[in-house]
């Protein structure tokens, strides 16, 4: 009922065939690169619709799930508060707010986009918004609400338990799995999903627009952004939007957009695709391992100058495959480790639990880590976003922070990138002090701000700066949201 049908898969295995070709045509030229980190398995089958199929493939268990909020019809026939009691959330941990459901987004595709909105637990009447953007793309929100500065995190058991350092204590903060396909965002027609930014930044717009109206004493507060990852495309590309849109809209209408923060964001890979001298310096590869990459990277490079995304992407999927092998790192979130730590429980099986589904108004919808978003975006992965990120810096505070242990989205490239940018402040940014940042008396990372932007180094964290330290990022985000860095 919820997902597309199988002309997407079968789209899917058209790009499936594409990469490998690309894939061949690399290793015929390196001679070196054996085999490509994409796997064909991972793509997941869209086509299961029939309640029974699901629970035989373990996607749900038997019970009460019941049936899936879409808050859409209460808002457009002004039933404000009969929508919001409908999604007000049973709390899973003690007395915290929250709402929950679908926002259609897109009629014509039946497309909808599912958020779980947590009031602040301090002034939520005057504490800033911010909408939490996951990256991926393809991977949902509620991981970062479960994983990385939610209220409350889900252990290897399956049991909710308080965190220490949650945004939601003092800031109002939107999850919404983004784009369409994700977590438990859905479309019923492939062309609902996206295949670039300027469709995800009105898909999030249109959602925003309905929050508003189901919320509308918000409308006051501050807004901002906040993006990880290839979220750092997202954040702007709503940015953009709403920066646009505004311009024709009353005082009352207007959404009081105020600051974009990008965590490790992957913003222009043109700029942040020198990996090999990185790698280097830090002792993961050696100057033989460095040559090759240098010839990836030039060959990724002027692809995307002469407008071969596909091509680019594809190049760019098997370099991540050979850094991996030749560093024996399994995930490159962090340096510190060679493959993931599991700290906290597995949300796929938290969502099984006709409970939690019921509790979460999702009904049977199923949710998606989702490989095909990745597919629809491959056009997309090496593009930038960099023009639009130079028009808000003029008018709205921009954060761009790094964790110091990244190989993601190492640090150092995030400068080639800050560096790059042309705006009114660009030459003084260059020449600006860094400044120690301080929590608590913790050297928690260094600081440089000029105008509009604020660029931050963390200190020993990785690709997800929220789980790797969560104070210091409660900390920059909170003070972010409050203009006092």
């Known amino acids: 009922m919820f997902d597309v049908t199988v002309v997407v898969m079968k789209k899917v295995l058209v790009l499936c065939l594409l990469l490998y070709i690309v ?25 299961l619709d029939d309640l029974e199929q699901q629970k035989e493939n373990g996607l749900l268990e038997a019970g009460d799930y019941g049936e899936p909020l879409f808050l859409t019809p209460y808002i457009e026939s002004g039933n404000i508060e009969r929508a919001k009691q409908a999604a007000l ?15 259609t987004v897109n009629k014509e595709y039946n497309s909808n986009m599912y958020f779980w909105f947590f009031p602040a637990e301090i002034d939520s009447d005057s504490a800033p918004v911010v909408l939490w953007l996951q990256g991926g793309p393809g991977t949902p929100s509620l991981f970062g609400l479960f994983e990385q500065h939610g209220p409350f995190y889900l252990t290897k058991t399956l049991q909710i338990k308080p965190r220490e350092f949650h945004w939601t204590k003092t800031m109002n903060v939107i999850y919404i799995d983004n784009p369409i396909g994700t977590g438990f965002s859905f479309t019923r027609n492939e062309k609902g999903l996206s295949t670039n930014e300027r469709v995800i930044g009105e898909n999030l717009y249109n959602a925003l627009v309905q929050f508003y109206q189901l919320f509308p004493h918000y409308r006051k507060n501050d807004l901002f952004l906040s993006g990880e990852s290839y979220g750092g495309k997202f954040a702007p590309a709503i940015g953009y939007v709403i920066d646009k849109h505004n311009v024709h809209l009353s005082i009352n209408e207007k959404i009081n957009l105020k600051g974009i923060a990008i965590g490790n964001g992957f913003c222009d890979p043109l700029l942040m695709m020198e990996y090999s001298n990185y790698l280097y310096q830090i002792g993961l590869i050696d100057l033989k391992t460095k040559s090759e990459m240098e010839v990836f990277q030039n060959k990724i490079i002027n692809n995307i100058k002469i407008g071969k995304y596909f091509l680019a992407y594809g190049l760019g999927l098997e370099m991540v495959g050979y850094i991996t092998r030749k560093t024996g790192f399994q995930t490159l979130q962090n340096y510190l480790y060679t493959k993931d730590p599991i ?3 597995d949300l ?9 589904r019921k509790k979460l108004h999702v009904g049977r919808a199923i949710f998606h880590s989702s490989a095909l ?3 629809y975006l491959s056009e997309d992965f090496m593009q930038s976003v960099k023009p639009w990120i130079e028009t808000l810096i003029e008018k709205y505070k921009i954060l761009i922070y790094n964790g110091q242990l990244d190989l993601l989205v190492p640090y150092p490239l995030s400068i080639n990138f800050i560096r790059s940018l042309n705006w009114s402040g660009a030459e003084e940014y260059k020449t600006a002090e860094r400044k120690l940042w301080y929590v608590d008396n913790e050297l928690a990372g260094y600081t440089k701000s ?9 200190r020993n964290a990785g690709h997800l700066v929220p789980s790797d330290q969560p104070k210091w990022a409660f900390d ?9 860095l």
């Open 89 to 103: 959330v049973e709390p899973f941990y003690g007395n915290i707010t929250s709402y929950s459901g679908f926002l």
């Open 343 to 345: 700290i906290y429980g």
């Open 476 to 484: 920059l985000m909170n003070k972010f949201a409050r203009n006092l």
């Open 348 to 356: 796929r099986q938290f969502f099984k639990s006709a409970e939690v």
């Open 23 to 47: 894939k061949c045509s690399v290793v015929r030229s390196s001679g070196e690169l054996e085999t490509s980190i994409f796997n064909e398995n991972d793509i997941e089958h869209y086509e």
């Open 450 to 458: 000029v105008g509009n932007l604020t660029e931050v180094l963390v």
């Open 373 to 375: 978003v990745k597919l």
